[in-house]
């Protein structure tokens, strides 16, 4: 396939003169694509969103709970540990011991003196 474009080169330049035909376009490659038959899609700005990380009250007031079961998870401290319960490092409240979880409300002074309520979380033994 070479040998007929040589030859219509070396034709084109011994018979024609320079402005009758571009002797360039004979060697030059197809470097243009076709125009696309779609237009191109746009990227979009979503789909960062981080996995939830599922806070909330666990067992409610009046459901058995065992030792070591988390009751509330949270960040800081909107319910207080109370009695039989501990705070975890993430702030989690969890049982000590086996018993029946309690809400209830108390007073708590804040630094400016004035008071807040807070609701406490407790566990009841059972007996």
Same mark, same amino acid.
């Given at each position: 396939s070479a040998k007929p474009v040589l030859a219509a080169f070396r034709n084109a330049t011994a018979t024609a003169t320079s402005s009758t035909i571009n002797t360039a376009s004979v060697w030059k490659k197809r470097v243009w694509s076709s125009p696309a038959h779609k237009a /191109?899609?746009?990227?979009?700005? $979503? &789909?960062?969103?981080?996995a939830s990380q599922?806070? &909330?009250?666990?067992?409610?007031?009046?459901?058995?709970?065992? /030792?070591?079961?988390?009751?509330?998870?949270?960040?800081?401290?909107?319910?207080q540990p109370g009695?039989?319960?501990? $705070?975890?490092?993430?702030?989690?409240i969890y049982a000590?011991? /086996?018993?029946?979880?309690?809400?209830r409300s108390k007073k708590i002074m804040r630094f400016t &003196?004035? $008071?807040?309520?807070?609701?406490?979380?407790?566990?009841v033994p059972t007996k």
């Open positions: /191109a899609g746009s990227s979009t700005s $979503l &789909g960062r969103e981080s599922r806070l &909330g009250i666990k067992l409610f007031g009046g459901q058995k709970v065992r /030792a070591g079961q988390i009751i509330v998870r949270q960040r800081g401290t909107k319910y009695k039989f319960v501990r $705070l975890g490092s993430d702030d989690t000590e011991i /086996a018993g029946t979880v309690k809400f &003196g004035s $008071l807040q309520n807070k609701t406490v979380v407790d566990v």
